[in-house]
């Protein structure tokens, strides 16, 4: 009888420190987030490695836009450099250990009532500026960013606030593990054309296609001069077999800027959806 008298008391002490240590754990861990918050590179999954789950994702979870579909929300068409931007997003939250979001379509109308010139289609680069701005703080508001971009300064050229003018290399649109880029891209098959950089390996580029974000889109870097615009030294793509859009090799597109979102160090709160 002593024995289970000995028992039941360990039990029932036992039991009353778990339920007290329950109430306290909330308060130990807001107490830890607000003497040691989460820092952007402490949860940070590289930029390419999060695109690359979304894309392998796709056909299940359709977290990427696709360009017809967004479409047929403006009223002309022409959603390339919208769509990358949402995609750009979703890629950005992955990368921070979040969901992304569950609606690209609702993205896409929220962006269109609050900026009502996105509905006109064929965004400008100060229109790319101003949306991804918007899609920032409307969906990882706990973070800061800078956004860049580095452009071919060619005759017709528009001069662009957060814009610098000089040649696309490389390095210019090999993203870095915590940033994500948009090439603008151009050939006289389709005209001017957003696509999101998803990696760099040599002189092979892969992206992200606003068509067709499940397949895979690669291109072969090259470099050559435009002779009408004073001579410059320009990069070129030529897109890789298997590649969704249709050239033959004389036909390449030209790249005529990289815009970049860089996140910051700034500590930030996790939200209700963190998962690890």
């Known amino acids: 009888m002593k024995l289970r008298i000995s028992i039941s008391k360990t039990y029932d002490i036992t039991a009353l420190k778990l339920v007290i240590l329950g109430l306290l754990c909330p308060f130990f861990i807001q107490l830890t987030q607000a003497a040691f918050p989460l820092r952007c590179d402490q949860i940070l999954q590289p930029s390419s490695q999060a695109l690359e789950k979304l894309q392998q994702e796709q056909s299940l979870n359709k977290s990427f836009a696709v360009q017809g579909e967004i479409d047929r929300l403006l009223?002309?068409?022409?959603?390339?450099?919208?769509?990358?931007?949402?995609?750009?997003?979703?890629?950005?939250?992955?990368?921070?250990?979040?969901?992304p979001q569950k609606n690209v379509q609702e993205m896409a109308q929220h962006l269109i009532q609050e900026i009502p010139l996105v509905a006109n289609?064929?965004?400008?680069?100060s229109s790319l500026h101003s949306t991804l701005n918007f899609l920032l703080k409307s969906y990882v508001p706990h973070l800061s960013f800078d956004i860049h971009t580095t452009q071919l300064k060619l005759k017709e050229t528009i001069e662009n606030p957060h814009t610098t003018f000089g040649k696309i290399t490389l390095n210019k649109i090999r993203p870095k593990p915590?940033?994500?880029?948009?090439?603008?891209?151009?050939?006289?098959?389709?005209?001017?054309?957003?696509?999101?950089?998803?990696?760099?390996?040599?002189?092979?580029?892969?992206?992200?296609?606003?068509?067709?974000?499940?397949?895979?889109?690669?291109?072969?870097?090259?470099?050559?001069?435009?002779?009408?615009?004073n001579n410059i030294e320009a990069m070129g793509w030529i897109p890789q077999e298997g590649n969704?859009?249709?050239?033959?090799?004389?036909?390449?597109?030209?790249?005529?800027?990289?815009?970049?979102?860089?996140?910051s160090a700034k500590p930030i709160r996790p939200e209700s959806d963190l998962h690890f």
């Not at 002309?76 to 969901?99: D, M, P, R």
């Not at 289609?121 to 680069?125: A, C, D, S, V």
Request: some cysteine; overall charge neutral.
């Open 121 to 125: 289609g064929g965004m400008t680069l």
């Open 244 to 263: 969704i859009l249709k050239f033959s090799n004389d036909i390449y597109y030209v790249v005529l800027s990289v815009t970049s979102v860089k996140m």
């Open 178 to 229: 915590n940033e994500f880029k948009i090439a603008l891209i151009w050939t006289p098959a389709i005209g001017g054309h957003y696509v999101l950089i998803k990696s760099v390996q040599q002189n092979q580029v892969s992206v992200i296609e606003p068509n067709h974000p499940e397949r895979l889109s690669e291109f072969t870097t090259t470099s050559f001069i435009i002779e009408d615009q």
């Open 75 to 99: 009223n002309k068409g022409g959603s390339c450099g919208l769509v990358c931007a949402i995609n750009l997003i979703q890629g950005l939250k992955v990368s921070l250990g979040f969901h």
